[in-house]
Every structure is written in structure tokens, then in C-alpha cells.
């Protein structure tokens, strides 16, 4: 992104075709939601943890397993005879799968065990083969280099404490986005500074972080699994670099008065919703727009706010930041409901204010929709949420519900002339 706006300083952005996957900043997500709404929903699991110990444990205790990965070093732990390892790049279903079998190597090589090859390969890339098997059988296997290079390979994976809830019994958490799954594991088993890894948003990275959008709403998050003095380490953008930002989470006696706001405001935005029979596809980013309004920064021009939520890209680096930050503030909100399914799975017992104001919450969010549902990538077709005009005037109403004056375009003719060609073209398009 850097290098983008480096080589487009002006304030036209090209569509940013050549950043290939970078550009869905919520691609993983979107994949692991798809699958589980899929056939494949039994099949799909999130572990704590690397993906590739829980895939090699499986194929140690299951024959005949076929482990399909990106990572080599897949084919180093023991396995059953029969397991074969598939690298995705040679997936290819219309030639044939290319298969590795593990013990198939090892015999090849004369080797009781393919760590040894690896640690010698990292210590002689440039030695032959032969050389290699040769100088895999002399390695001290007692010596500290090689034991903490092999100890990833031979130790077993740390299955996770089973989960109570304040009864005592044993519960089973919601399908949660692999960043939520992460902290909630980390806050559960009591780190005093759970680390979050923020996705890498398509933004203009000369200006603040979208991220600083729907903050107070993860800080609401983490605080519903806080402990005392627990401050989560966000990683994202800050300045031209990432860096560790601290997030100091609410004490239990303070949490419930945000929240009881937040659900507030849900449910007032919800109301109105309901009269004026908005879809929950135009809703959502209607109420991340207030929450990125009530920032207090310079309000965005409404024509600007209409093409966004349109996802009609305009090329320019104002659309691509804006996006940025509505979108931060959806997945914020995103993360809050699925950790507030976790508080309330963990504590099912009703009576409190925070009980009943998640409770509320997790009732009015559970029409969130699928990510692709909401969330644009510039440069791709535009999903038309609603007419302009109809869009217009509930866009207008956002703006007044937060306390912000409709501000006022200041058009020069030639952009004004720019934009009559741009509507007439449209026109004549969607007339043929």
C-alpha cells in the first residue's frame, strides 16, 4: 500500500488490481464463514494454535490420512506408513494429485526419521543430497541446536483445558473468526496481555489508521473476558509501520454502563431500521458510518458516503480510506458479537444488567450478514444497497442522529461537467 501511494501521490488511486489476495482484507474469515455454512460444516474446525500440529496429530492417529498443505516441513513429524502429504500447489484435480509419502523418503534416504535432513539442510543449503543423508546421520541429536529445532516435530500438541461456565458445566463456545478464537483462548487461560493481530485493510497509509474506527467497541469486547489489569497488544498500522498499540480493558464494576449504552443506540438505530424496512445488509454499514461520525473527525462529503456504501469505487484515495474505516468499524462489531456469545455461554444465568444488555445484543446482531455481504473491495463491482435518492435521505438521517451538520460540497465546474458525462454514460449504459 505504501509503494501504491508512493507512485500515485496525486489524489487518483488506481484500482489496485496487482495487490492479487491483499486486497480482501477479510479473506480468511469469509472462507472459514463459507465453509461452514457449507456440506463441509462437520469437517471444518478451528484449533488454538498451528494449524499443521493438529493436521499432523489427526494423521498419526488416523491410517491412510492425506495432509493437503503450503509447508513443507508437513512431511518431517512420524506418521502412519500409509499417510501422504499433497502440497496445494500440485492440487491440480483435472491432472491428478502428486503425492509425498513421508516414509517413502525416509527409506529412500536411509533415514529412521526426516528432521535430521532438515536441520542439516538448514545448516548446508548448498550441499548435495547425498551429502545431506550422509551428514543427517551424524547429527549430535543431544546437542541444544539441534533439540530445539526437532522439539517442534516430536512434542505433542497441548490440547486445551475443556471449557466451564459458572455452573460448572462443560460448554462448547460459538464458531468464532480465527483472531476472536485466538483471544478468547489467550483471555481464558489468563494472559495478562493477549496479543491481536489486526487484518492489514486496504487504506491510505499516509493518514491515521482506519483502525482507530470501532476501538471503543473492541475495547468492549475484551473487556467482557477480562481479568484484572489486563491490557490486550493490538498489532496494526501506526505511521509507516506495525506496531504493538496497548488497550486497557474496563473493570467488571465499570463494563456494564458502556455496553448499556451500545445496546441503546443498537436498539434506537434497530427502530428505526425497522420503520423505514431496511435490509440488515444496508443497516449494518449505515450503523458502522454513525460510529465512524461520532469520531469527531471532519464529516465526509455525503455524495462520497452514498458511493461507498454502493461500493461504486470513484478512484480516488478519500474512497479507499473512508471504506477502510467503515469497514473496521463493521468488523468490530463483528468481534463484539461473537465474543458476547462467549460471555454469555459462559455465564447462562440471567438476573444482571450486563446479562440482559448482551443478551439484547446478541438478539439484534444475529442478523449480521455473511462478510461478503458488507464488506466492498474497491475496484470490483459496485452492489447497489439502494437507490441514491432512497440512500440519500437515509444517509441524511445518520448524519443528524449523530449531531453532525450535512456538510456542503464545494464543486468546481469542470468536476461538476465531469460528473454530468460520468451520470449520463451510466445512463446510456444501463439503457442498452
Known amino acids: 500500500m505504501q509503494q501504491l501511494r508512493k507512485n500515485n501521490a496525486t489524489t ?4 489496485p488490481t496487482y495487490l492479487g489476495a491483499i486486497s480482501y482484507a477479510f479473506l480468511a474469515p469469509a472462507l472459514q464463514e463459507a465453509l461452514q455454512a457449507s456440506n463441509f460444516a462437520d469437517k471444518t474446525h478451528v484449533v488454538p494454535g498451528e494449524a499443521d500440529d493438529w493436521c499432523a496429530l489427526h494423521a498419526k492417529d488416523h491410517a491412510q490420512s492425506i495432509i493437503f ?3 513443507t516441513d508437513l512431511v518431517l513429524y512420524d506418521y502412519c506408513l500409509d499417510t501422504l502429504v499433497v ?11 502428486k503425492a509425498y509419502s513421508p516414509d517413502q523418503i525416509r ?3 536411509q533415514l529412521r526419521s526426516l528432521v535430521p535432513f532438515a536441520f542439516v539442510v538448514r545448516e548446508g543449503p548448498q550441499d548435495t543430497s547425498q551429502d545431506l543423508a550422509r551428514n543427517a546421520q551424524d547429527v549430535k541429536r543431544d546437542s541444544t541446536q539441534y533439540m530445539d529445532f526437532s522439539s ?4 505433542q500438541v497441548a490440547v486445551p483445558t475443556p471449557i466451564s461456565d459458572k455452573n460448572g458445566l462443560l460448554v462448547t463456545l460459538p464458531q468464532l473468526d480465527v483472531r476472536v478464537s485466538e483471544f478468547v483462548h489467550q483471555a481464558l487461560e489468563g494472559a495478562q496481555n493477549p496479543l491481536v493481530y489486526m487484518p492489514l485493510l486496504v487504506e491510505d497509509p499516509i493518514l491515521a489508521s482506519a483502525w482507530n474506527s470501532g476501538h471503543d467497541i473492541r475495547t468492549l469486547a475484551y473487556s467482557l473476558l477480562a481479568h484484572d489489569n489486563m491490557a490486550v497488544l493490538e498489532y ?3 505511521a509507516q509501520g506495525i506496531a504493538a498499540q496497548e488497550t486497557s480493558t474496563y473493570s467488571a464494576a465499570d463494563l456494564p454502563v458502556p455496553v448499556a449504552e451500545l445496546e441503546q443506540q443498537v436498539s434506537m438505530l434497530a427502530e428505526w431500521a425497522a420503520l423505514k424496512a431496511i435490509d440488515p445488509e444496508l443497516f449494518w454499514p449505515l450503523f458502522a458510518l454513525s460510529l465512524v461520525l461520532a469520531e469527531g473527525k471532519s464529516p465526509p462529503a455525503i455524495p462520497l458516503v452514498l458511493r461507498i456504501v454502493n461500493g461504486d469505487f470513484d478512484n480516488t484515495w478519500t474512497f479507499m480510506h473512508l471504506t477502510a474505516r467503515i469497514q473496521a468499524a463493521l468488523y468490530s462489531l463483528r468481534m463484539f458479537a461473537q465474543i458476547a456469545k462467549v460471555w454469555l455461554t459462559l455465564n447462562p444465568t440471567p438476573g444482571s444488567k450486563l ?15 455473511p462478510i461478503p455481504k458488507v464488506f466492498s473491495v474497491p475496484g470490483q463491482s459496485k452492489r447497489v444497497l439502494a437507490n441514491p435518492e432512497e440512500l440519500k435521505g437515509l444517509v441524511d438521517e445518520i448524519y443528524k442522529s449523530v449531531g453532525i451538520k450535512l456538510p456542503i460540497e464545494n464543486i468546481s465546474n469542470r468536476k461538476r461537467k465531469r460528473q454530468a458525462r460520468e451520470a449520463d454514460r451510466k445512463k446510456k449504459a444501463g439503457q442498452r
Open 152 to 155: 517442534r516435530y516430536v512434542t
Open 12 to 15: 487518483t488511486c488506481p484500482v
Open 87 to 97: 502440497f496445494l500447489h500440485d492440487a491440480d484435480m483435472s491432472a491428478g494429485l
Open 107 to 109: 527409506k529412500k534416504l
Open 236 to 238: 496494526r498500522r501506526k
Open 355 to 369: 446479562h440482559h444488555s448482551l443478551s439484547s445484543l446478541n438478539k439484534q446482531m444475529q442478523n449480521f450478514p
Open 69 to 71: 498443505t503450503s509447508d
